[in-house]
């Protein structure tokens, strides 16, 4: 969305062209169809400079670069000087369009800093001062009911009018449009400082759970030492894959954030990571990859958090079943997701509020951290109602550099 002061210059380009047709349509009415005798040479010239003027802006936007408030302000400039030049030149404060003076003045105070608002209505002061000063007087023409002035008079309000509304509406809405994004921005950096609290948070934990662990480990091999049912056996061996999983997660949170120093997140196994922590979850599988793919941890994490929220909304509606489908095409990996829960209000706006949560036992910090993470990795995420009932998430990923073989096992 363009600043303030490129939405002016944008709007003063616009009202430009509009200047010139009207003043081309104005000589030759003038003194074709009334027979005034207007000064051709300085009013053409005015034309001519205006219009070369606006041709080298037309380039210079083409660039689609922002304009600063000095910028603006130099087009403002030159607009009340060729409006002073051809006011003078057509009688002075006389002419009915003198108080089109005020129209930069009114656009400059609505999109630049005070300090240039305050420099255009000098500079308009300065110029409606130099078609005083240097006025020609216009020929006034009487007969037939018509008073060329008191038409002038009309005809300027009702473009005055036309004018100002356009381009004050314009010149909001734009400004209205920059302050919704700023808000945005402000919700975004609470979310990412509760995101980087409750990381710091993560890492203390982290050291203070690797000894219960570690004690878990010793006990599963005492147990595992005995003699055990071939049923208390197999509860053992799951026992100790969810223990060592949860080992190989506290010591990923205090690993280095720097992606460099990252190690790339198997995905096969991270998948198969999941369907172990949620056995009662009936998963499904669709889609080829390539073998070996390995990941963003982040990309790892966001793909949990969403497998995590299918399965929650699953099981609250009574039917515990996740569908996942992924693909990966020229660097891309897209997937969908799809729980059979009670829905998703795909109206409202998917940036959640800090941490808010649905859920009655939820922490809220799912969501905040998914889109957080797309936002990193440049990727997008949308919702949208499943056939049947249920939610369908679908995300799109550059993996760039992050398709890497994975270096070890899966964090």
Known sequence: MPDAA????RSLHTLRWIAAACLVLAMLFGVHHLHLHLPGAPLWGAIVLLTSFNVGVGLRLRRRTEATAAEAFAHVLVDTAVLAWVVAWSGGIANPFASLFLLP?????LALPAPWAVASGVASVSGYLFAVTLARPL???HGDGLD?????MAINFLLSVVLVVYFLVRLASA????ERELAMLRERFARDEGIVALATHAASVAHELNTPLATMGLLLEELEAGELSPEAAADVATLRQLVETSGRRVRALADPADPAHQAPVALERLLQHWTLIRPTVDFVQTGRLPAGLGVDRALGHLLLVLL???ADASDAAGMPRVELALAFEAGTLNGTVRDHGPGFDTQAPFLPIQFRTTKANGMGVGLALSHATLERLGGTLSVEDAPGGGTIVRFCLPLGDGAQAPNGAAR
């Open 148 to 152: 060329l002035h008191l038409s002038g």
């Open 139 to 141: 020929p006034h023409m």
């Open 6 to 9: 490129t939405s002016l210059v």
């Open 175 to 178: 400004r209205d449009a920059r």
């Open 308 to 310: 995590n929220n299918a």
């Open 105 to 109: 003045v009114a656009l400059a105070a």
